[in-house]
Each structure stands twice: as C-alpha cells, then as structure tokens.
C-alpha cells in the first residue's frame, strides 16, 4: 500500500487493553507508515504501554493522544465511551473520524453521537478476543479472519465508512455492514448470552457443598473448562455490555429459559427419543462454524498436545 | 515393564468408539506385548476397525472378542453397558476383570452387578473426550495428564484394583478412587450439566426468527463458539448419560437455575455491582484449572493461529 492509499495517516487508540493494544499492533504490522498514539485513563496502563513501545507516543490526556489523528479509535468498556469521548474532543482534529470497537452498538451510537455533535461517528465491533485482558494481551493477529462488523448510522459519510473498511481488512478481518439494533440481536446470542450463562455455571459449581472446588478443578476437562475461558473475561467490560444491552439479552435469556425447561422436562419423564433428536440438531451448527474457519477441529483445538506445556513446573 | 510387570496380558474393547479406539491405541502405544481383541455391535464399525488395525483380532461376537482376556473394557454408551455385558458373559474366562468407561457410574455399577454377578467388576471413567466420534477418532494420548476416576465396589479385590490402575497410569492418566454416587455427582457439574447447557443454547440459536443461522456460524467467534463443540459430542452417548445420572444432573440444574435467575435479575435491575462481584469471582478457577494442567492458556488455545488451516479452500 503506497502513502496515498493509506485510508488514514494517524490513527489514535484510547484504552489499552486487549482490543486497544491489539489495534495499535495491527495497525504498526499491517500499515507501516501510519502514526500510532494512545492513551489510557490508568497511570499505570500508560506506563506500561510506553515500557512496551505499544504507539509512536503515549499522550497522558486523551486530548492529547488525539491531536492531529485522522482516526480515533474507542477501546473503553461501552459504559465508559461517553466519558472518554467528552474527555478526548477538545483535542480532536477537523474531519477526524471516530470509530470504536465495544462489543454492544446501540447504546455506544447514542452516547457519541450525544458527546460528539456534529463528528463523524462510525461505530464498529471486531467479533474477536480472548480472556486476557491489559496492555501485554493484544496481539495483531487477533482480528485475522474474524468478522468486524460496522453500524454506520444513516447519514454516515460514505467515503468515512469506505477508509474504515479498508483498515480493517488491512487487518485481515471480513468486514459486515448493518445496523445497531440488528448487531445487538444477533451479539445477544452468539457473544452476550454464552457469557452470562459460562459466568453462570462456573459460580453455581464454586458454590457447591457436596463437591469441593478442587474436585471441580481436576474434572474440569469433561466440559466445564470450556465456560470457563470465557468466564475469566474482564468484569468490567461485561458488566457494561449487559448493562448496555439488557433488553436484547433479557430476550434471548427468556428463550433460553424456555428451551431448557423442556430439556429438563425429558430428563425427568426419562424421555430418551426426545434428549436424542435435539443432541443431533446441534451438530450441523459446529460443522459449518469449522466450515466458515471460525474454529478448530483438531482434537481439543490442539489441548491434549499442548497439556504438558501449561503444567506447573 | 517386563512381561512379568504388565498389569493384564489381554485387553479385550468392546465398542470402538472414541473412547475405545482409543484405549486400544493407547494399550498398543504404552503396552506393547499385550494383546488387544475388539468387538463393535455395529458391523461396518468391526470392519472399519479391521482395517485400519486397531486390534490384534475384531471378533464377529463380543462373546469371541473376550475369550481368553483377563481384561475387558467396555466402551458402549451407559445405557447399552447391561446388553453388552450379558452378551460377552458366555465367552468370559475365569478371573478376568471388568471394567468400562462410562460418564456416569451409579447405574452402569448395578448393571454390570446384575448381568456379570460373582465377576471382578471395577467401573471407570476417564474425564477425557473429544466431540469426534467413531472408530477413526481415537488416539492414545487423550488419556495423559487427564484424571481417571475408578469406582471400586466395597468387596473390589485390591490386586485387580491395583492391575487397573498400574493400566491407566500406562496411559499417562493421573488416578483417583472415590465411590460412584460421590462420582455421579461431582461429573453432574464438571460434564454433564455443562454438555446440557451447551446443547441448549446451540438449539435455542439455531431456531431464531430475527437472527439467521448463517449469522450465528458467521459471529460465533465471540464466545458461542465455545458451546458448540461439546454441543457436538455423540447423541445417543449423552441421551444415556442424562437417563442414568437423571437426579444428579437435576439437582445442578436446579441449583443453575436458581443462580441464573439472581443474574437475570441484576440485569433487569441494571445492579452492576452485583454483576461485577459475580464476574470477578469466576477468573480464579479458570487459573487453577490452567495450574493443573488441564486447559491451554494459549489466547484462544491457538485458534487464531490455526484458523487458516480450517478453512474450506
């Protein structure tokens, strides 16, 4: 990509966690010649940033760290982007785009379009991440062939929303279009609801009295491990999304609800032909997500090779 | 180990599944002399396991597999463990040992009490499995650095005891004894209810109006995902585990259900304190699991790595 095809030439980062971080690696890795700044409401977050060499420079305002950016972008829980935007504008430039990666968009839309009358909003969400969280988490390869989807509103500027597009298959992301309310449905069951329900069950077996946590912890590879990845997500990125996204997960957890009872309805009755039809229906769904590369199918993803290596010494 | 050491000389499977190809692979990898028979009800299972060689010799009968073996492993689903037994019980040889690897263990226990009675009867269940199924899908080390649970009757003779167990240390599998009620109640929360829960939601996404199916495969990576591969495991495998550990798994779901219902209620309050503490307690058994060697911390146990290897081409 030469310096003219470059969609943006400064691309600022505020909040430098695992999505912020991983943003700043990508883009260092995938646009050289693009100028990264930063920022990151803890000292202590900014500190390490700096130790690591996460951005070209780490501003101690958000103010700062967005002065002559062509693109910011919000990588805050979506409960502080409102915040971080009224902090961030005195310093923006004209025509600079603003862009985030919160994982709820209705909610986030609202907030910087109220914070941020008259910029160029374009709100965007990498469906990717891992449980680690902090500025070490991130890594450039994190959106690689995973989809990001952006929900520009109605009026967004089409030029805007093309150079946010090239960014992120420059990437390597697939890149989705619609609009927030549909996101936030669609987010509801395939990121939102399985977090609610994995924090569930990882705190109904530490609270039980019959089987000790210890037992839990040796069994764990008959299933239960698998929730718990996602359960050692960052607490305060999933209380915003909750939070911000309750009636879209109040919906899907009614359904859940719903379909469970049943479950425990052929349970009890000993309904064998009905536990068997459903346990079948489900598989076709993990074929095609392996299909669509958006998984592994090695054994474990890999775990039964790899066991030794995470041992304690 | 000497020929004189080896625990058992003659291993007979009975059904070569996932489970019990593997623990002929694993019996041929780590013990080698001793003489692995076979037998599947299925015959075009026998011959798939003929040709790729799983066995020193597939008998047409589970009667003709088991002649002569002073080991027999049954790796049938919980709830075939009764017929299977009765059906090999002409061709037992006096001494041999019987054991399985069943999930559930209470049930399988009186099965085999009632079809085998005066027989050597010890139950096992190694907490190790894939979502693959069918006699290709085994391999020897699914048993290494996972945990065996036997479940020795009161009146168990301690040298076979001690025979079964020198067996799953071969297979690399650290070995715990505790009594199988004990079992059905701890693996109700380590396995079953998490499989459960997994099939629930995996359904409850793919019978959506507003969100398609092919939205849900395509955003799966942001936590779903993670569902759908135990939501993929052998139906008539878990239809089984459900009917023979029914009040086990009952009492979690209860108990699951108490708990989510608290969340849900955080959520329509919008009580993100509550929500927070919920989701900072969980993080501590996700490091204690990955201590014990029993997950991969890898960021997505490798899966960004391995994605492009996954795709169709």
């Not at 992301?173 to 994995?198: K, Q």
């Not at 879209?248 to 609800?257: I, P, S, T, W």
């Not at 068997?276 to 993990?286: L, P, Q």
Request: overall charge negative.
């Amino acid at each position: 990509m030469t310096a003219a095809e470059l969609p943006f030439r400064h691309v600022a980062v505020i909040g430098l966690g695992l999505l912020g971080g991983s943003v700043a690696r990508a883009v260092r890795e995938s646009l050289p010649g693009v100028v990264v700044t930063g920022h990151d409401a803890d000292p202590a977050v900014r500190d390490r940033a700096r130790a690591i060499g996460l951005a070209d420079r780490i501003g101690d305002s958000a103010a700062a760290a967005v002065a002559g950016a062509d693109l910011v972008v919000l990588c805050v829980p979506v409960g502080a982007m409102g915040d971080a935007a009224r902090a961030m504008a005195p310093g923006l430039a004209p025509g600079v785009v603003i862009s985030d990666v919160g994982s709820s968009k209705a909610g986030v839309a609202a907030a910087l379009a109220e914070a941020l009358p008259g910029r160029s909003v374009i709100p965007a969400h990498p469906v990717a991440g891992t449980e680690q969280s902090g500025p070490d988490a991130g890594f450039a390869s994190l959106f690689r062939n995973r989809w990001c989807i952006l929900t520009p509103p109605a009026d967004a500027d089409p030029r805007d929303l093309a150079r946010l597009v090239a960014l992120w298959e420059a990437f390597g992301a697939r890149v989705e279009t619609m609009d927030a309310e549909h996101h936030d449905l669609v987010l509801a069951v395939t990121s939102h609801l399985p977090h609610l329900i994995a924090y569930c069950i990882v705190g109904t077996a530490s609270d039980l009295e019959r089987v000790t946590q210890s037992e839990v912890i040796k069994f764990s590879a008959g299933g239960f491990r698998d929730f718990t990845r996602i359960a050692a997500s960052d607490p305060t990125m999933w209380r915003d999304v909750f939070l911000s996204n309750r009636d879209a997960v109040l919906a899907m957890l009614g359904r859940f609800n719903r379909d469970l009872a049943a479950l425990e309805t052929a349970i009890r009755d000993s309904d064998g032909p009905e536990l068997f039809d459903h346990f079948t229906r489900t598989r076709a769904i993990r074929r095609s997500i392996i299909e669509m590369g958006q998984d592994d199918a090695r054994p474990d993803f890999g775990r039964s090779d790899h066991a030794g290596a995470t041992e304690a010494p």
